[in-house]
């Protein structure tokens, strides 16, 4: 009989009992980083608790949340990797920086169990989507500056899959692969694969002419937005699934299993919270706020309540598919820090994506102009910037239509430009959906 899960046991546990594995690993990490790390132990003495007094998993909250911007500072005061790095240097296996592309990057360290486990649940992720020993795994995930490539490759091998490990290198090779290699899988962010796609296109080479059946597409937001969804299935012939991970968390621990119904997060290993953006204060499953994430079993660089600074709702409902672990449910629906405040209005880039991708004259590019007051930082205005996919005899006319569009869905009202196909800049990595302009 074919193997359903990669992990039955773990994946389809009842939650109260994920729940007792949670809390003995959560007590082992928090023993461990008050007894090895004074940076972990500062922050136990601030709040005024010892690890002992951290019986449930809400009792965590006692615990302050550790940001990006504390990680740097004691990264720089401590080089390279401050006072929670607790693991022996005689068990560090390998270094990986965050991406860099906000400032310095953030050194995280694996052992070798580290390492090991990460292989290991993304297998189980890989798996769950229906990646099998028979297939050709084209993995377009960076191997350098995001290190979801290398995970994906361990998990290849544990799998047994055919690998070929090209990276986030050009489209031109990129379809070279596809098609003489007969790809069967493709992994990259959504917006290189939406690029693979349009290439494609304009080569006359139809999806049913490669060979792809699957594509995850993570690194990014998006993939579970409806219209992205459609672009990415249709224009490349695949299903497509989301895939999430963090340089300081882990390169992949959540992603989307065959129901396409929201990322299940690997809760074996990493125990997940919901907290309001402006208090910090948990929220109950359903609502939206963001996503705060600890390590229970990570040796190297271990997080207690690291701030993703990522939006989710959660839903802990049992799956179609018969796993239990929680789910974000549509993804990755913003970053905290990409939230535009305008006329009183929370405009998320995702929100505007779904909008432009909802209209087939538009193509898969966009970008979000937001312009500020210098002094005071108040948005002044937003305009959205789309290109033509098609030739269009009326652009004014079209511009009106997604002008209405988007401000039935934003409520409020943004400026929009459509510009000649090709205009705004293409990328292989993470796209930069906004720019802001002061005035
Ligand atoms: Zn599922």
């Not at 911007?69 to 270094?95: C, H, I, M």
């Not at 297998?123 to 191997?143: M, P, T």
């Not at 937003?382 to 005899?393: F, I, N, Q, S, W």
């Amino acid at each position: 009989m074919e193997r359903v899960y990669w992990d039955p046991e773990i994946e389809t546990m009842k939650r109260e009992e994920l729940e007792k594995l949670q809390i003995k690993k959560l007590r082992w990490q928090l023993e461990r980083v008050y007894e090895h790390s004074e940076f972990y132990r500062e922050r136990f003495r601030k709040a005024g608790i010892k690890p002992e007094d951290i019986k449930s998993l809400e009792d965590l909250s006692k615990l302050p949340v550790v940001t990006k911007t504390e990680l740097r500072q004691e990264q720089s005061n401590y080089k390279p990797f401050g006072r929670y790095a607790v693991a022996p240097q005689s068990d560090w296996r390998e270094l990986h920086p965050s991406t860099g592309t906000t400032g310095i990057p953030v050194n995280t360290l694996w052992t070798y169990r580290d390492a090991e486990i990460i292989a290991d649940h993304t297998a189980r992720l890989i798996w769950g989507f229906g990646v099998r020993k028979e297939d050709v795994i084209q993995n377009a995930f960076s191997y350098g500056l995001w290190v979801a490539g290398i995970a994906v490759h361990y998990a290849a091998e544990k799998i047994g899959s055919f690998i070929i490990p090209i990276g986030a290198t050009s489209s031109e090779r990129q379809i070279h692969y596809l098609q003489h290699a007969k790809s069967t899988v493709l992994l990259a962010t959504p917006s290189f694969g939406l690029y693979i796609a349009e290439k494609l296109k304009e080569k006359g080479v139809k999806p049913e002419e490669i060979s792809l059946r699957i594509g995850s597409f993570g690194g990014e937001a998006g993939t579970e937005n409806p219209a992205t969804r459609k672009r990415l299935e249709d224009g490349l012939g695949i299903d497509a699934y989301d895939f999430y991970g963090l340089a300081e968390i882990g390169p992949t621990f959540a992603a989307e299993c065959e129901e396409k119904a929201g990322l299940h997060f690997v809760e074996d290993h990493y125990l997940i919270e919901v907290l309001d953006p402006e208090t910090r204060e948990p929220l109950s499953v359903g609502e939206k706020g963001v996503l705060v994430i600890t390590h229970l079993s990570r040796e190297g660089t271990p997080m207690i309540r690291y701030w993703t600074n990522d939006i989710v709702r959660l839903e802990d409902e049992k799956c179609g598919c018969g796993r239990t672990h929680i789910r974000a449910v549509g993804g990755i629906l913003g970053r905290a820090d990409d939230m535009i405040v305008y006329k009183g209005e929370n405009i998320y880039p995702s929100q505007v994506e779904e909008v432009v991708r909802s209209f087939p004259e538009l193509g898969n590019e966009y970008k979000i102009v937001v312009t500020k007051e210098k002094d005071t930082g108040i948005v002044t205005d937003v305009k959205v910037l789309a290109e033509l996919a098609v030739e269009v005899e009326n652009v004014g006319e079209l511009e009106e239509r997604v002008k209405k569009a988007l401000r039935d869905f934003l409520l409020v009202r943004v400026d929009v430009e459509i510009l000649q196909p090709n205009s705004l800049e293409r990328t292989e990595f993470k796209a930069k959906r906004v720019e802001f302009v002061f005035e």
